[in-house]
């Protein structure tokens, strides 16, 4: 059975691309615009993995990656970061957000900086989820 | 307050010499002292005193003698004279030589001190006044000067100035007018000098700075430089800076004397200056447009990704979208480069007739689907007695998207969303005859560190999806075309954008 991924950003140029990545490799596609609609679409449609963006109004993709590292129930859900600002940035914010919430969450498994060739953007599901 | 007056007491009577001498001192004034009118000049000129006091009556060179001296070394100076009763003829001779106060025979303590502190603070306004003196307005004080005493001098330092000198009497008749004044007001010296009055002369607001100020208190009569644009009676406008000095005479009024510089050659520079310290800006921090370069390109990429798909699987659905994708971000990137170069360059506006509502509605028509999508609120009120105007449409168009476009993205940012967002454009003319443009939304708002750098190139808060340049660019064409922009936000409230130009309303030709 296809598994169902979710791409959370705000571009819909981002979207679309990453979309037709997915379908092209036989997955089922789930988008959401922001953090908020990320969360629920999480809550409602259960998918198997999830494409974040970091950057995105309201609700933001560290913010919405800490939500996910911190409640038992998603622990285990694969996350892609998949977003324009270094890693290095985005290791300094989600550090600045732990200590600020006291809690200690685990770096990301994968982080892709865009712009990512399609190939290897399906490499990385792949490997996340066979 | 200046440390320690020097006074110089000047008497052939040692005695009372030295008695005011000390009480001067105990009251912390420094003191030197001579005994003859020969000694004082000598003494004079050796210690250069703040204030003289001296006695009338000496023999050899008396007090008079010795005021006139002083005078002709330092007219400035401070001379106060002690006369004993009965010395009226003496006291009028000095008071035309210039003596500054009298004071009766015997001295007494508090009469003196009285004198002094008068001496004193005169001493201290023409300090103050010096204080407002650059080079140029001590020539000014030269100038003035040598018109006092009318010699040769005055003419060639007048003829030759690079000021335009004019000077009027009491009556406001002009008297002065060098080469530089005519080249500037446009009128040969042979029809204004003795012609001419200051109304001939001068626009009614100029003419009325001139006439006020001889109104003042003494010590306000002099003000620091202005500028101004005067409209000369041939049509030119010139930028100027000007001064003026009130001429008195034995106390009494006996004219002006006003200088202009003409600023047009440094307008021009400056004008160039701050061109060339905007396309230093841009240099600098145009790093800061990788991130914004680099989503375009992600764009670009992501879209012909979607089209390659499109071709291979012969799917109409995705060729679409890829190209819509690959348009939208070649628009995006034309924008950009068409916002660095707006910024980069000077443009004069140019101006046709135009209808401020026709633009505005165009706008709300072009926005409203991306407002919808994001579930804002777009309305409008507009004065409809405004209709067309004489104006840069692009100018309004322009700056009107990128105001509307960031209230959009300020309510998109806004962390709360239980708030119905909304974004109103309003328009109306203002008290002073303005058009006023204005965008309020009630989106994200900003705190005083973000108001602060709006203005600065390339500052976004908007990271990728940002260029810092919309509000740049903007305040640059309303600034070209004799606007101003004005802000009132509060961070979490909103934040409204006010564009004022200035209002030139075309009459309508109905009927024919
Ligand atoms: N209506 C507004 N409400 C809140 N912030 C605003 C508003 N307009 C402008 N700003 C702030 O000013 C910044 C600069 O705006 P601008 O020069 O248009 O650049 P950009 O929109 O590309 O970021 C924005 O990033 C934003 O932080
Ligand atoms: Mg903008």
Redesign the pocket.
Known sequence: MSKKVLVVDDDPDVRSFVVTVLEENQYIPLIAQDGVEGLEKIEKEKPDLVILDVLMPRGSGIRLYHHLKTHDQFKALPIIMFTGIALRSFLKSQKVLDEFQGAEVPKPDIYLEKPVDPEVLAAAVRKKLG | MMSAFKILIVDDEELIVRLLSMSLRSDGYQTVSAFSGEQGLEVFKAESPDIVVTDIKMPGMDGLELLKKIKEIDPEKEVIIVTGHGDIDSTITALQYGASDFINKPVRDAALAIALERAKSKIAIRKTLEEYTTNLEIKIAEATEEIRRKSNFQRLLITSSHDAIVAFDRDWKVVVYNPEAARIFGEAAKDVRNKMTIDDLYTPKIAKVFKNQVKDEKDQRNFPWKEQVIHTKDGRQIPVRYASNVLFENNEFVGTVNFFQDLTEIKRLEKELVQSERLAAVGQTVSGLAHYVKNILIGLKGGSYIVDVGIQKNNMEKLRSGWETIKKNIKRISDLTQDLLTYSKQREPEMETCSPHDIINELMELLKGFAASKNIIFSKNLDKSIGQITADPKTIHHALL?II???M??CIEDEDITKKHEVKILTHIDKNHMICFEVE?N????DED?RKK?FTPM????GGK???????VTGKLIEEHKGVIEIE?SPGVG?T?RIKLPYTKVKSVDGN
């Open positions: 990128n476009n960031n209230a993205d300020a939304d989106g994200c708002g900003m973000t709006l500052f976004s808060s908007k940002g260029t810092g340049l919309g509000l740049l936000t934040s954008f």
